[in-house]
């Protein structure tokens, strides 16, 4: 157990913001309820705050460890003293998502309007959505510059931060994500929705207090997990290793490593998720496109103030090199202070979750 | 239409086999029927013979048209006068796979012991079984030499015959193959069938004259067209263009033509292919391991006395192509006669149905 956090327990808060959000759809949302949890102190100017932004299934539990976990939060190799988000010096922010499932306003939580869980009558979002809710909760902390760091859909947050509040965003620091889902991407996302809303237990949304669609749910996370590893890191995990036997069975249950951990992963995923979350969630990610809303990338980065740090790994073939490469490229021919740093690593995209070491050093050095 | 079959339409023939098959699992099946095609004619000597091999969702009608059809088989700007399998020479035969659903014996089929289809009690079979059954048909059409050819599990299964029966295979054309699938290949293919295994008509297999399992199946199907395209191939087709309209609707309906291209292309499956032969053939190929079977791929093809072309896509990311060169390898290892072509290709694994002209050129030098 990390021994910075052992006597002292971090809790999430809650804040209901007192602000009308308009969304991109063309509703609004009022009353919205944020998730957060804050690690370190903010100082008397309130310019030492870091945003920390979480991925497409991750949650406002970034660091530390709950009362009774066996686990730290999801980025902790990242946050706390001396790490490369150093709570010694940051006051470290994280909060769960709009449309989330983990504290914040989303589809499972209840329309005071009806009494009963918004399920499918929740507004779809989108990233923009999503970041107007996060400003809202850094004006009620009184911050007033901020950096913004994000992996994944996170880094798609923090893009829409560094445009949208240039006023605010001092650093930016974009890991593994992309300015705009491929269509390869926003194909996997509709297999994965496919899978949720074919469902018997889907019941077009309204499964909240009854059987939840489980199934849908783990193969939209197993379809997921394929794509966070790189074939080579699948290869060196399992390569065409037999399940707890030297032989086959010759049937269709688990005969395959590779089988029992996506079954593994889907299990696990859906005693923590829900569902509707993921349809919005990703259908917000399917919508994000910068160049398409700014006519063009280097127009959406003229907007920004922000330094930035672009990091990607060799082996993610989700949001691949060549994606990071075209920000960097654009952020340069707009004359933004620009570094950049292809990690090399087998991990593929969950690399941003792992390869802690390299991205610690040069976070570090940027944060300077 | 091709004028080569305007006069004279294809039909396919079906032959029951009175050879009793032992297959990998240990079960047996006995009065197989096989459902086939030939195109040209047969010399006296037998010799003439090509054996093409289908693919995961394939079938026995590889070229010209049946009475009514609008749409040629599904290798036909291969197979015919002057093209790169040449009828004016060869004798051209392609069968439906066991296991199949396309007129050769498979879990639709009826079990004469119940009386009713066969389902999940059908034997659980491998690539080698598959390829046993070819071979009766083979020699019950008095064929004595053969040349074989295939992509992707057809290359597997084009692989199996090479080394099995070495005194009857001259020449292998192996085309966007692997000599085993890799940890990720076998990850899609658990994804696929738990789609199906998952939906609410599937019914253990017995949904035969009920509803069938068509959304798991459409989800398997979908799946498999993601790995099937090159990500530039997606890119260059669909990018994030709307399907029909100039704006988003915010909904979970389709927004993006790749939306719309992989529904199309999973509803257009679940009308031709049956859920329980996809969940066989799959893991036929999970199987296929020729390596591990037989010590080292030196060891294995140590047995062929086979000539081989091995023909891979620069931008086949399902079977890549380093599986080929990792065949290649071997081969040349064994002093076995082979020649390898990597074709610039951006279609992904589709390419071995779309690249006729350079797979032509090369395929007709070989079978010179």
Redo the contacts between chains.
Sequence with gaps: MNTEYEEKYIETKYLTLDKKIEL???KSLENITVAYETYGNLNEKGDNAILVLHALTGDAHAAGYHKGDKKPGWWDNMIGSGKAFDTDKYFVICSNILGGCKGTTGPCSINSQTGKEWA?DF??ITIEDTVKVQKALIDALNIKKIIVAGGSMGGMQAIEWSISYPEYVKKTILIATAP?????N???N??A???I????NFNNGNYYGKESPE??L??AR??G??TY?S?DA??N????KLQNKSK?D???NV??Q??SY??HQ?QIFVDRFDANSY?YIS?AC??F?IA?KNGSLENAFSKTNSEFLVICFSSD?LFPPSQSQEIVNALMKTGKDVSFLQIESPAGHDAFLLEFEAQTKVIKSFLI
Excluded: T
Aim: glycine share 6%; proline share 2%; net charge negative.
């Design positions: 991109d759809c063309g499918l507004p779809i705009r889902l491929s269509a390869q926003i194909a996997f509709a297999v929705r496919n899978a809303l074919s469902d018997k199934k849908g783990a193969i197993m379809i997990h394929i590893l074939e699948m290869h995990k399992f390569a065409r086959l010759f049937d269709f005969e395959f590779v089988e996506l079954e889907g349809l259908r399917d919508y496109d398409q073939w």
